[in-house]
Nanobody
Framework: QVQLVESGGGLVQAGNSLRLSCAVSGGTFSTYAMGWFRQAPGWEREFVAA????????YPADSVKGRVTISRDNAQNTVYLQIHSLKPEDTAVYYC??????WGPGVVDGMRYWGKGTLVTVSS
């Protein structure tokens, strides 16, 4: 059974940076495309960024392009999301997800395994 556990959330001041981690177990991490999503209070979950199997191709959402860096360490079965220049509107529960079918045009919609999320609160 594939399990994803996010960590690194918390309360941060606007303008600072934060790095989230997601540890994956129970599956073959190196065969999964990985992604990060977020859900703010009262809003639907939205896509943030995705990364391919090797970690040499990334796809950030337009809403956060230039402020987020997604990376992965296949030796540690971990994917990371670094968010720079945090804004209060970045406040959300951040989820990581895994797509076992790999990288391609449907990578976002094909996320199959999900973590329980980590809360990020950005104060102004």
């Amino acid at each position: 059974q594939v399990q994803l556990v996010e960590s690194g959330g918390g309360l941060v001041q606007a303008g600072n940076s934060l790095r989230l981690s997601c540890a994956v177990s129970g599956g073959t991490f190196s065969t999964y495309a990985m992604g990060w999503f977020r859900q703010a209070p009262g809003w639907e979950r939205e896509f943030v960024a995705a990364i391919n199997l090797k970690g040499d191709n990334t796809y950030p959402a337009d809403s956060v392009k230039g402020r987020v860096t997604i990376s992965r360490d296949n030796a540690q079965n971990t994917v990371y999301l670094q968010i720079h220049s945090l804004k209060p509107e970045d406040t959300a529960v951040y989820y990581c997800a895994a797509n076992p079918t790999g990288w391609g045009p449907g990578v976002v919609d094909g996320m199959r395994y999900w973590g329980k999320g980590t809360l990020v609160t950005v104060s102004s």
